[in-house]
């Protein structure tokens, strides 16, 4: 159970495409009347326009949130896709984080499997979803939850030796989202009675059926997989990554995926670093998020890369 309610219980938000004229409303995320981010503007429970539309499951990134990716999930919903994304347990930034949320992380892509039953089991969004176009979408460590549910089996104790070899990787050391997360407190969590059992069924497949397309942006947490996994992933798969990116260095994860795998289309975005793909801060977020708030490149010119990038992929494959 990975949240600190002792639950595995999934909470998903899903962006789809509303009947014209539906009234939209600011999308903020922080406190009433002092937002930290803003990501543009949605409609709360819209009529759906008629139609069956492909769907998209996005996994956040480390500490993250689904509304965090609404920047995404809006637009993708604005060009003809259902768009679910989740909170994974213990590891968002809504609830308290959690060291099994935090270390557990292959059990993300279980959220996913849980998000799309539930959307085709609701009544009113089932008849517009077509679950057998479905894409995945992950960010940072949603990247690495993304090649998991497309059927990449991680081998965990390859990732212990690559930060044992490499200690000060980006991935390695502790994140701003949960700094006191250090190397050493998960070697010591996953050793314990409690976590133990979990880590031995780590390497299982969790792949998600019909997926058709996966669309990564800075995913971190590569050096988990064989390069023979990441290799027979046999979808189209579209990697969008900063050049600056400190924490998912692009030369030991996105550039590893490309390279070990021939069909991957990679970009590379000048001066863009890990968190540019976060939503909008405002200027309350920058003086309270610091760090998570901190950008070179034009954020705008960046989230429009990726969202050009994954509606060329899913356009291609799902339609």
Known sequence: MRDAGHSDRVRYTVWYPAQPGTKEQPLTIGPPGAPLFQEGSSAVDAPAAPGRWPLLLVSHGNGGSARMMGWFGTALAREGYV???????????????????????WNRADDLIAALAAVQADPVLSPHVDADRLGLVGYSAGGYTALVAAGA??????????????????????????????????????????????????????????????????????QAFEPGELARLEVPMSVVVGEADAIALPDTNSEVIAEANGKVRLQALPSVGHYDFLADCTALGR?????????EADKAATHEAAIQNAKKLFDSALW
């Not at 989740?86 to 809504?94: L, Q």
């Not at 000060?168 to 010591?188: H, I, S, W, Y």
């Open 83 to 105: 768009v679910a994304a989740v909170d994974h347990p213990g590891n968002n930034g809504v609830d308290p984080m959690t060291d099994v949320g935090s270390i557990l992380m």
């Open 287 to 295: 003086e309270r998020v610091g760090k998570l708030c901190e950008v």
């Open 153 to 222: 089996r991680p081998d965990m104790g390859r990732l212990v030796a690559f930060c044992r070899a490499s200690p000060k990787d980006g991935v390695c050391v502790p994140q701003a989202e949960n700094p006191e997360m250090t190397f050493e407190r998960r070697m010591a969590a996953v050793t314990s009675p409690e976590l133990a059992p979990w880590v031995a069924k780590s390497a299982q497949d969790r792949r998600i059926p019909n997926v058709r397309a996966v669309f990564l942006m800075a995913p971190a947490i590569v």
